[in-house]
T-cell receptor
């Protein structure tokens, strides 16, 4: 089954404790992206990647890191989480061409205390 | 600056009535427009998109959307709403800005009343 998977689905952590949210897709998509969803703000793009070893900042990259060493994986790293990073996070992927729709993962609900 | 606006936080409609969820955009260059739906505790699902050609595009679950270049709008429509259409709807635009970022609207919650 074609899908985007994220782990963990739920995470409660404390300020400053490094964490990684994994994202993997099995559709051989070139484009991958991370979003955060907050009430009243919709989805905001954190980082995206056009292909392996190519990443770029979205609209809200501060406090996040990403890497794209393999085509299928695009982990999101929070080196020193803060409470304002409490949010619902989505990973998505698509073919590279500009007119392709994205496939979304199920989401990761992160709480930073 | 590129942006997408969904002016209504919530739209209520009676089952069987037509529904419209509004979206306007501002981008430089040709826009590629998308609608996604989010059901509770789920990720977003693709509904439909406008790339080029016919201004009326048809998508999943009986939804359609009309692209209006002069009004820079891409409203989502359905002739007859179902209770099961109740969900959160997002409009998104993708446009060239050096690289292909996605910009999403803030979402509109659709509530279909039985």
């Amino acid at each position: 089954e074609a899908q985007v998977t994220q782990n963990p689905r739920y995470l409660i952590t404390v300020t400053g404790k490094k964490l990684t949210v994994t994202c993997s897709q099995n559709m051989n998509h070139e484009y991958m992206s991370w979003y955060r969803q907050d009430p009243g703000l919709g989805l905001r793009q954190i980082y995206y990647s056009m292909n392996v070893e190519v990443t770029d900042k979205g609209d809200v990259p501060e406090g996040y890191k990403v890497s794209r060493k393999e085509k299928r994986n695009f982990p999101l790293i929070l080196e020193s989480p803060s409470p304002n990073q409490t949010s619902l996070y989505f990973c998505a992927s698509s073919l590279a061409s500009v007119h392709n729709e994205q496939f979304f993962g199920p989401g990761t609900r992160l709480t930073v205390l | 600056a590129q942006s997408v606006a969904q002016p209504e936080d919530q739209v209520n409609v009676a089952e069987g009535n037509p529904l419209t969820v509004k979206c306007t955009y501002s981008v430089s260059g040709n826009p590629y427009l998308f609608w996604y739906v989010q059901y509770p505790n789920r990720g977003l699902q693709f509904l439909l998109k406008y790339i080029t050609g016919d201004n009326l595009v048809k998508g999943s679950y009986g939804f359609e959307a009309e692209f209006n270049k002069s009004q820079t709008s891409f409203h989502l429509k359905k002739p007859s709403a179902l209770v099961s259409d109740s969900a959160l709807y997002f409009c998104a635009v993708r446009a060239w800005s050096g690289t292909y970022k996605y910009i999403f609207g803030t979402g509109t919650r659709l509530k279909v009343l039985a």
